[in-house]
């Protein structure tokens, strides 16, 4: 059992040499991106639960189409900054 793990994992590492220092490179300099994408689906989801609950008032709506909009911008922002998109 001990042989098939071992070379399995050994004919992985050796198909996806390349690949794999790629991945971890795009890993390591997209873990921000990640962080903001996150938080742009967060706002967008907590926005939509609140609304289910109960209706908002013009002034809350338009606190969290804000918190929204920001989120996208920083997120946009560090797309063009970094050249990433995930």
């Given at each position: 059992?001990?042989?098939?793990?071992?070379?399995?994992?050994?004919?992985?590492?050796?198909f996806?040499?390349?690949?794999?220092?790629?991945?971890?490179?795009?890993?390591?300099?997209?873990?921000?991106?990640?962080?903001?994408e996150?938080?742009?689906?967060?706002?967008?989801?907590?926005?939509?639960y609140?609304?289910?609950?109960?209706?908002?008032?013009?002034?809350?709506?338009?606190?969290?189409?804000?918190?929204?909009?920001?989120?996208?911008?920083?997120?946009?922002?560090?797309?063009?900054?970094?050249?990433?998109?995930?």
């Open positions: 059992m001990l042989f098939v793990r071992l070379y399995g994992t050994l004919g992985l590492q050796v996806n040499r390349g690949s794999m220092t790629k991945f971890h490179t795009s890993v390591l300099t997209c873990s921000e991106h990640e962080r903001l996150f938080e742009l689906i967060e706002v967008r989801t907590r926005g939509q609140l609304t289910r609950l109960r209706s908002l008032s013009r002034e809350e709506q338009s606190e969290w189409d804000r918190r929204e909009r920001a989120a996208l911008a920083r997120l946009v922002d560090h797309e063009l900054e970094h050249r990433c998109n995930g």
